[in-house]
């Protein structure tokens, strides 16, 4: 997992590029988190301002979450997504594929952008299609 920006500019502590590997990236620079009272510095402070691959992994984290959800509860109900394609979608191999086809490559990474599933204009039916598709041909 690498970190950017808001304006996608990577972060100078990212890993190098992995030939074989993928190279996702997300937001993690310069993220509010809320942070204990007992581990601040002037016994006041409850956010702090983190930045890192730490950060951006989290967040991944909560993306891969987030189309799990919204395949459990969309996906459930299709007559097609027997037991093999859900256990696929939940399999390292079958979310790294989903991501990468949501994604967004520039330069050398894939950002990390699953919101393209859920498009404004497309239909729920066409979310759900696309993440059959993807996870059939696994």
Known sequence: ???????SKRSS????RAEINYNFATLGENMSSSWPISL?????????WLSGTSVSTVIAAAMAVTVLHYAKCTLAPVAS??????????SRFGMRQLLKL???????????????LFQK????DDA??????VLSNI
């Open 1 to 7: 997992m690498r970190s950017i920006d808001g304006y």
């Open 13 to 16: 502590n990212n890993p190098l």
């Open 40 to 48: 601040s510095e002037n016994g006041k402070d409850t956010t702090r």
């Open 81 to 90: 997504a027997n037991d093999l394609v859900r256990y696929k979608l939940r």
């Open 102 to 116: 949501t994604g967004r490559t520039v330069d050398d990474y894939t950002y990390l952008a699953p919101w393209h």
């Open 121 to 124: 204009d497309l239909e729920w």
């Open 128 to 133: 759900n299609r696309t993440m059959l598709q």
